[in-house]
């Protein structure tokens, strides 16, 4: 993806994975136009984490984040549930965005969603350019379907991710905060409207990275100290069902900006839409 001839991110559309690292499209390397990567893909510590992507644990019983599934009473544990989000069809391409269409499959195959996703990559300033996720998941017409998280499999401790999940690089732990909180405990788990991630890049560069668009429902998922992660998760603490043939519709936007940003810059760019 091209933001005034810089390629900001990569789309990588078919990732030829194995099942347990939950195949999906992901955007990696995402850059701010100074260069500074802001992503991580295949992380040593959670190989099932790629970059930014959309991805579930628990969709009806079947796992696609990748990795464990948490079972209640039992804990995180292999088991042979890992699905797919598969790429079905282009509907348009620009140097700045895509437009596709993808399926949400179990092992066997079997449809579980259907989705249509919109990515665009505009300039704001010099310094700032911004991601728009748009997406529409669409539930069959003969079942619902119920979207799930390690928390809502009785894992205790905030862990309810699953949605649209950003891996962070980091040189060291880096900051997250809202407009009237700061660090993981007290963020995590948060509907504020926007929530900022600052750190400093392999490279040396530092960084500002806001996320807005949550939906009903939706809650802040965050990692700082043990891995830098945010997440629109779409069941914190209780499940997201679809019901039969109803859909979904999520809009994110990502701000990435070179440089740490202090509150009052990452309000504004809020503001600006």
Same mark, same amino acid.
């Given at each position: 993806m091209l933001v005034g001839g810089t390629e900001v991110a990569r789309y990588v559309i078919d990732p030829k994975l194995d099942a347990r690292h939950?195949?999906?499209?992901?955007?990696?390397?995402?850059?701010?136009?100074?260069?500074?990567v802001v992503t991580d893909a295949l992380p040593a510590d959670h190989v099932w984490h790629l970059g930014a992507s959309l991805a579930v644990q628990d969709v009806n019983g079947s796992n696609l984040w990748g990795?464990?599934?948490?079972?209640?009473?039992?804990?995180y544990t292999w088991?042979?549930?890992?699905?797919?989000?598969?790429?079905?069809?282009?509907?348009?391409?620009?140097?700045?965005?895509?437009?596709?269409?993808?399926?949400?499959?179990?092992r066997a195959g079997g449809v579980l969603l259907t989705e249509r996703r919109w990515l665009a990559a505009s300039?704001?300033?010099?310094?700032?350019?911004?991601l728009d996720l748009e997406t529409v998941l669409v539930a069959p017409d003969d079942r #619902?379907?119920?979207? &799930? /998280?390690? +928390?809502?499999?009785?894992?205790?401790? *905030?862990? @309810?991710?699953? !949605?649209?999940?950003?891996?962070?690089?980091?040189?060291?732990?880096?900051?997250?905060?809202?407009?009237?909180?700061?660090?993981? #405990?007290?963020?995590? &788990? /948060?509907? +504020?409207?926007?929530?900022?991630?600052? *750190?400093? @890049?392999?490279? !040396?560069?530092?960084?500002?990275?806001?996320?807005?668009g949550l939906g009903r429902g939706d809650r802040w998922f965050v990692r700082t100290g043990m891995y830098p992660g945010v997440c629109v998760a779409f069941a914190f603490d209780s499940?997201?069902?679809?019901?039969? !043939?109803?859909?979904?519709?999520?809009?994110y936007r990502v701000w990435v900006a070179d440089g740490a940003l202090d509150r009052a810059a990452v309000a504004a760019l809020a503001r600006s839409g």
């Open positions: 939950g195949p999906r499209p992901y955007l990696h390397p995402v850059r701010t136009l100074g260069g500074t990795g464990r599934t948490y079972v209640r009473d039992v804990g088991r042979d549930d890992h699905g797919v989000i598969a790429h079905t069809g282009e509907v348009e391409r620009s140097p700045g965005g895509y437009v596709h269409d993808l399926q949400w499959r179990d300039a704001l300033t010099p310094d700032v350019w911004r #619902e379907v119920r979207l &799930g /998280s390690p +928390a809502t499999n009785g894992r205790p401790g *905030g862990a @309810g991710y699953g !949605g649209f999940f950003w891996r962070a690089v980091a040189d060291g732990e880096p900051e997250v905060f809202t407009a009237d909180a700061a660090g993981e #405990e007290t963020v995590n &788990g /948060s509907a +504020a409207p926007w929530l900022a991630l600052t *750190g400093v @890049g392999s490279d !040396g560069g530092a960084y500002t990275l806001v996320f807005g499940p997201a069902v679809l019901p039969v !043939g109803g859909s979904r519709h999520g809009r």
